[in-house]
């Protein structure tokens, strides 16, 4: 009887240590902090690959499933449990409504769902902010929310968020002049505006006005939960000076949020798209993968999904959904707690 019950001890002892997770190598937490967030023995799920160029990812409540755009392929796509990755809307991008520079970045890029569910895109080559009003099979009928600034096309809308009261912010960089095969932005009789601007939008009064023309390369916005901090990330391919800005929303007061021009000596990555979880922490793609930031600007953690364009939550906050870059074109899901 007692060896029977050793035997037995033994079995449990063995099964408990066999059912035990292991750490994420790939999950690194600088602060205990953000573990009631991020579980370190969460596995890195690949929702899909083989996507030219990946970014935008919104929730769509509405149907259950996560939006993205393939940027190259001037596609906004769709991925649910049930079918995986499926054509949602082409084109989405470049429709032919503006004049553009073909052989460059031409696709939909950010995109977001407003509080009546209706889907926002940012247009490279279209280089306006529309709305889909109809979308029949995969063919979807825009109309346009705004194009110029003071009479002036807009370069290429690039990433967007929507404020809780409905106002819409925006960055505009000449990512629809940057030429792909040469790999460097293009001087254009195009291109209208000699800045690159961040934008406040309101789509009950159509006003439009320019936050800040001081960022150099702005790309990814995003909103604080309180609704006073708009965070922008600022690549810094032109001057080399990678960072995470933020701005006053009440006196438009810029400083800087995050540097990352450290990091980046040391990963590969760039600061591209970012979000905010509800509770106030910055999730922004950078070197290394995502980073994970407080409120007050510290490093908290890193999930290492490769270099990455953008990222996205559910309405739940249940999963945590990344883009890849062109050379890591894959869809990723991540569970939090």
């Known amino acids: 009887m007692k060896k029977i019950t050793l035997l037995l001890l033994s079995i449990n002892i063995f099964c408990c240590k066999t059912l035990e997770k292991t750490p994420n190598p ?107 009003r109809q979308l029949d099979g995969t063919e979807g009928y825009f109309e346009t929310l705004v194009d110029n600034y003071q009479g002036s096309r807009l370069n290429s809308p690039n990433d967007l968020t929507i404020a809780k009261d409905g106002t819409v912010f925006f960055t505009d960089p000449p990512f629809g002049f940057f030429d792909l095969k ?62 995470v800005m933020k701005i006053n929303l009440d006196t438009q007061e810029i400083e800087t949020f995050f540097d990352g021009k450290e990091i980046s000596q040391k990963l590969d990555g760039s600061f591209d798209g970012i979000k905010v979880h509800s509770s106030g922490l910055v999730f922004s793609s950078g070197p290394g993968g995502l980073l994970i930031i407080s409120p007050k600007g510290k490093l908290m953690g890193k999930i290492d999904f490769g270099h990455i364009t953008n990222c996205a939550f559910d309405s739940e906050e249940d999963y945590l959904y990344a883009t890849g870059f062109v050379s890591n074109p894959k869809l990723f899901r991540i569970k939090l707690k």
């Open 182 to 243: 040469n790999f460097k932005f293009v001087d254009s009789e195009m291109r209208e505006l000699d800045f690159n601007g961040v934008y406040r939008f309101s789509p009950n009064s159509k006003e439009l006005s320019l936050i800040t023309s001081e960022i150099d390369l702005p790309n990814g916005v995003a909103i604080s939960p309180d609704q006073k901090t708009l965070y922008v990330n600022k690549m810094g391919m032109l001057d080399k000076q990678p960072k």
């Open 26 to 132: 790939k999950i690194e937490i600088y602060d205990d902090n953000i573990k009631s967030l991020i579980d370190i023995t969460a596995k890195i799920e690949i929702l899909g690959d083989s996507i030219s160029l990946p970014e935008g990812p919104v929730w769509d409540e509405r149907n259950k499933a996560l939006l993205f755009v393939d940027i190259l392929k001037n596609k906004v796509l769709k991925w649910d449990e049930t079918n995986g990755i499926s054509d949602y809307i082409i084109p989405a991008g470049n429709t032919g409504y503006a004049p553009n520079l073909e052989g460059s970045i031409l696709g939909a890029n950010g995109l977001a769902i407003n509080s009546d569910g209706e889907l926002i895109l940012c247009q490279h080559g279209d280089r306006r902010l529309s709305i889909l």
